[in-house]
């Protein structure tokens, strides 16, 4: 139904149009924005790092230890037979799409070989030998995880042994190639613990 009201300016009557479908426009605005984030918050989850809850999925658990283990090739084979089941709920497929992210993340950040890492420590500690560099390796003062049997190290444990070793810092040739971040020593130091302890953890 229609409505009119009228508002006289001088000798001119002005006729203005309300439809109900305009004082309905408040409710069917909310309605539009409530179906776009409902469409949209699994996704921007996982790209928030944000892990979805679901409780009690057998097969999820099972994928997330092989991540958890470093399993990849075995957790993104059950992650691809997953997504094709018929009948799949969206809670699952952003539960398994997300596990998928986690082995990039992982991936992009322990991306060096033992090799690598020793080529970066040699640049900076010229004379360092094998067995000093084995030594460090072994008290853990270079953060690495296992991937599908190979062994493959943080992207910063170069730089981060002269953070945890004082014999490195005392070793180390030519001026410092990392710069101080500007924080205060309590919050920096817990940068620097977090980086020490994130395998492990």
């Not at 924005?33 to 097969?59: M, R």
């Not at 075995?74 to 997953?82: Q, S």
């Not at 799409?97 to 690598?116: H, P």
Request: with cysteine; hydrophobic share 40%; charged share 30%.
């Amino acid at each position: 139904m229609k409505q009119y009201r009228c508002a006289r300016r001088g000798k001119v009557t002005v006729r203005v149009e309300r439809s109900e479908r305009s004082e309905r426009s408040p409710n069917a605005r909310s309605w539009v924005l409530f179906l776009i984030l409902a469409t949209s918050l699994p996704a921007l989850s996982v790209a928030a790092g944000i892990p979805p809850t679901i409780s009690g999925d057998s097969s999820l658990d099972a994928i997330t230890g092989l991540v958890t283990a470093g399993q990849f090739q075995a957790a993104d084979a059950r992650i691809e037979a997953a997504l094709k089941q018929p009948g799949l709920s969206p809670d699952m497929r952003t539960a398994l799409e997300f596990q998928r992210v986690r082995m990039q993340r992982m991936r992009d950040d322990f991306s060096l070989t033992a090799d690598e890492v020793e080529a970066k420590v040699r640049k900076q500690i010229p004379d360092m030998t094998d067995a000093e560099f084995a030594d460090w390796d072994a008290h853990g003062l270079f953060e690495h995880i296992t991937i599908d049997g190979e062994r493959m190290y943080f992207k910063r444990s170069p730089s981060n042994l002269f953070h945890l070793s004082a014999a490195a810092r005392a070793r180390r040739q030519g001026e410092s190639s990392f710069v101080g971040s500007g924080l205060p020593k309590q919050v920096n130091d817990n940068y620097i613990d977090y980086d020490r302890d994130v395998i492990r953890e």
